[in-house]
């Protein structure tokens, strides 16, 4: 090797390689790929919608199912209906992530988006508890999207727009930090619509039999409209057996001769890749967090002021969530990526990790106010706290998608999507279940009711801000 002649690598693209064909079109490209971005977040989106809408009413679901026997149980059979979900989940991400490695990611996309028409329709058909436990687990098991297409959206961008590209998939422009809160406004205000809205709905019986089935067909209507736009979505997997071949071409200034790399090394086995799998752990600690706090927040809300509540109507809480939705929309789009640059994602977490301790702590003394003071106070802290858990987790999809080479994307955002499903199937049957625990103890001496619920949660984030530091965080070579 001449290292004074020695030309830049010269990259092979193989016309009948999808992943190469978008590839190439990456490296011509200047701008954003907007109609790409915006197919993404659609999918995004209609997935998460049927997490997020479930909060404002699963409540007064679990009370109309007449499967609680007391008022202070309803917060623990809640919790296993949005555990459901996530198991399901849980135990097929991996296999999904491998099906996108290996057919590609639209399929998955595609299969994903269909069983969010079909499941989250029958959800909102549910006759009993049991019912509504099976549609949710199938929901979350065949609907696999959401590792492949964290891969997929840096993949049908530049790197210059990598970042962003990681936030149309996930938490930064958000269709998660959208869906989270628009999805409770959706089952908070549609729910129940022949009580809330008699003048239109109450005439029609399906309504008065299903009273929760409206939110659902809403975003059930809006994964149709996803579904259609995967038509113009292009495929990203290279499919020549290698990934993304390069040959180096290496011209000495006597001979001009050319030289090709050898064959790509042998794949890393991802579970002993300490930069993946200590950053999925951080992921999976934040997640237990927000998962947690969003099922306890919408429970708390929502239950009596004899019990720490702040007696909250569905459409109350959903306003909420509403207000934090657009407020956060606007925060990531003009100044998260700003700070992202200027600090790096692993100090702009601890930052976050850090003020999210004391605000959660906090949130118990609220039931304190009223009037339009309470109202002020919750929507801020709301804010505040999802402002906080989208910049953490979104630095940890950066974090994890670095750690691995563009063809094990797939199966590592399976293997993160897997861990974090696990632990967002304990968070909210453990959040249940301490809710309804903390609500029979308003007399205790330590942390005496909800109070004890939320100094768990700042207890989890500790931990989380904790996990940033050297040894538990390792970092992706450069």
């Given at each position: ?18 992943g ?16 790409e ?94 019912m509504?436990i ?9 609907n ?18 990598q ?18 809160v ?75 001769k ?49 019990f ?95 750690a ?68 538990f ?6």
């Amino acid at each position: 090797m001449v290292g004074s002649s020695q030309e830049p690598l010269l990259e092979v693209y193989y016309d009948n390689c999808p992943g190469c064909i978008q590839d190439k079109k990456n490296e011509c490209a200047r701008g954003i790929p907007y109609r790409e971005f915006f197919f993404v977040w659609l999918i995004m989106f209609a997935t998460v919608l049927p997490v997020a809408c479930l909060f404002p009413f699963l409540y007064f679901m679990i009370r109309d199912l007449k499967i609680a026997k007391r008022v202070e149980d309803i917060g623990f059979y809640a919790g296993f209906v949005g555990a459901s979900f996530m198991l399901g989940r849980a135990l097929t991400s991996t296999v999904w992530g491998i099906i996108a490695d290996r057919y590609g990611r639209k399929p998955v996309m595609v299969i994903g988006t269909i069983t969010v028409i079909i499941f989250n329709t029958l959800f909102g058909l549910s006759v009993n508890y049991w019912m509504a436990i099976i549609t949710r687990f199938l929901l979350g098991a065949l609907n696999g999207l959401i590792g492949p297409i964290k891969a997929y959206a840096i993949e049908v961008c530049n790197k210059e727009h990598q970042a962003l590209g990681i936030g149309v998939s996930k938490k930064l422009v958000t269709p998660w930090g959208v869906a989270l809160v628009m999805g409770p406004a959706i089952g908070g205000y549609l729910s129940q619509p022949a009580e809330k809205f008699p003048n239109v709905f109450s005439t029609v019986p399906l309504f008065n039999w299903f009273p929760y089935f409206l939110p659902c067909l809403c975003i059930s209507l809006i994964a149709v409209a996803a579904l259609i736009g995967c038509i113009w979505l292009p495929e990203t997997l290279h499919t020549h057996g290698i990934d993304k071949q390069v040959e180096s071409i290496e011209a000495s200034t006597e001979s001009n001769k050319k030289e090709t790399m050898g064959p790509s090394p042998p794949k890393q086995n991802l579970l002993k890749n300490w930069p993946l799998m200590s950053s999925i752990l951080l992921f999976c600690i934040f997640s237990l967090d927000d998962m947690a706090f969003t099922e306890i927040f919408s429970l708390w809300a929502e239950s009596d002021k004899r019990f720490g509540g702040l007696s909250f109507p569905s459409e109350d809480t959903g306003q909420v969530f509403v207000v934090s939705g657009f407020s956060l929309l606007l925060v990531q789009l003009f100044i998260y990526a700003r700070l992202n640059r200027l600090l790096g994602p692993i100090i702009l977490a601890r930052i976050c990790a850090a003020l999210s301790i004391p605000l959660l702590f906090g949130f118990p003394f609220m039931t304190y106010l009223s009037g339009p003071i309470l109202s002020v106070v919750v929507n801020c802290a709301s804010l505040l706290k999802n402002i906080l858990s989208v910049t953490i987790v979104n630095g940890t999809f950066i974090l994890q998608n670095n750690a691995v080479p563009q063809d094990q994307r797939g199966a590592a955002n399976g293997i993160s999507i897997t861990a974090m499903s696990l632990f967002k199937a304990v968070a909210p049957a453990a959040a249940g279940a301490i809710f309804s625990w903390a609500q029979k103890r308003q007399q205790a001496a330590f942390l005496p009711g909800d109070q004890m619920v939320f100094f768990i949660l700042s207890v989890v984030e500790l931990i989380g801000l904790i996990w940033t530091f050297r040894p538990f965080l390792g970092l992706p070579e450069k």
